[in-house]
């Protein structure tokens, strides 16, 4: 099955950080576009962070998480992270990764529809 697993998510206080982890099961990550979203209760999907599948593609964040969250990739282990950090109670969501095909934008926003391998996603809350 070609599907993502998403881990690291938990309760943490407001100013905290957490590193979010994606293991990729079933196909290989080197040729992908790798996109970090979130859906908290009651809203739509965001997409927060896109990292390149080429090292001179352009990484992407949302105007929201700009400055404290950080996307990388482990193409040897297959592997994505999400390190967040300044962490805010807005940021309190499940946290999805996803592949796409179509390379991360130079602004606005991520498409869900160009993504694909969603997995469960993991659980960030952040509250005091």
């Known amino acids: 099955q070609l599907q993502f697993v998403e881990s690291g998510g938990g309760l943490v206080q407001p100013g905290g950080s957490l590193r979010l982890s994606c293991a990729a099961s079933g196909f290989t990550l080197d040729f992908y576009e790798i996109g970090w979203f979130r859906q908290a209760p009651g809203k739509e999907h965001e997409g927060v962070a896109c990292?390149?599948?080429?090292?001179?593609?352009?990484?992407y964040y949302a105007d929201s998480v700009k400055g404290r969250f950080s996307i990388s990739r482990d193409n040897v282990n297959n592997m994505v992270y999400l390190q967040m950090n300044s962490l805010k109670p807005e940021d309190t969501a499940v946290y999805y990764c996803?592949?796409?095909?179509?390379?991360?934008?130079?602004?606005?926003?991520?498409?869900?529809?160009?993504?694909?391998?969603w997995g469960q996603g993991t659980q960030v809350t952040v509250s005091s």
């Open positions: 996803a592949a796409s095909v179509h390379y991360c934008p130079a602004y606005g926003s991520l498409i869900l529809d160009d993504y694909e391998y």
């Open positions: 990292i390149p599948a080429s090292s001179d593609g352009i990484t």
